[in-house]
C-alpha cells in the first residue's frame, strides 16, 4: 500500500506528462464534434422518414 502523500505526489507527476490540447484545439475539435453530430443526426432523420414512407406504402397496398 502506498502512502497516500506519495499518491498524490505520483498523480501530480503523471498529469505533469499530459500534453494538454490548446485553447484553439479544444475549439476547433468541439466544432466537429459538434458538426457530427449534426451530420448524424440529419442522416438518421431522413432514413427514418425513407423507412417510414415505405412501410406505410406497402401496408396502404394491402388494404
Known sequence: MVNPLEFLAQVRAEGAKVT???RRETLITTG???AMVVIASIFFVSVDW????????????TH
Not at 50 to 61: K, P, Q
Open 32 to 34: 466537429l464534434v459538434l
Open 50 to 61: 425513407a423507412l417510414r414512407f415505405i412501410v406505410t406504402t406497402l401496408l396502404s397496398l
Open 20 to 22: 494538454w490540447p490548446t
